[in-house]
């Protein structure tokens, strides 16, 4: 079976930093591409980042880039979000995700497991 775990969320205050890790079993990790999306209050599920297994090209959205950046660790079968400079309205349950696509990884339709999720709670 196929299973993502993340880790790494917590309280943190605004303008603080966060790493989310999650591992990856039950498949072939460098054939994957890797996303987080979050869940808030506002929007039920919404992209964060990605990063093709192809290219190792990434995609942020636009309200986190130049805070945010998404990594992976094929030998540890972990994919990273450094999260810096945080904000209230990134309080949100953070999953990652994975799909043997590489393309369209905006969209949570592209993703076939994920993981249950983190919490990130940003106090202003």
């Known amino acids: 079976q196929v299973q993502l775990s993340e880790s790494g969320g917590r309280l943190v205050q605004t303008g603080g930093s966060l790493r989310l890790s999650c591992t990856v079993s039950?498949?072939?990790?460098?054939?994957?591409?890797m996303g987080w999306f979050r869940r808030t209050q506002v929007n039920g599920r919404e992209f964060v980042a990605a990063?093709?297994?192809?290219?190792?090209?990434?995609k942020y959205a636009d309200s986190v880039k130049g805070r945010f950046t998404i990594s992976r660790d094929n030998d540890k079968n972990t994919v990273f979000l450094q999260m810096d400079n945080l904000k209230p309205e990134d309080t949100g349950l953070y999953s990652c995700?994975?799909?043997?696509?590489?393309?369209?990884?905006?969209?949570?339709?592209?993703?076939?497991?994920w993981g249950q999720g983190t919490q990130v709670t940003v106090s202003p």
């Open positions: 995700a994975s799909t043997g696509y590489y393309n369209d990884l905006t969209s949570a339709y592209r993703y076939d497991h």
């Open positions: 039950g498949l072939r990790f460098r054939l994957y591409s």
């Open positions: 990063m093709s297994y192809r290219d190792g090209s990434r």
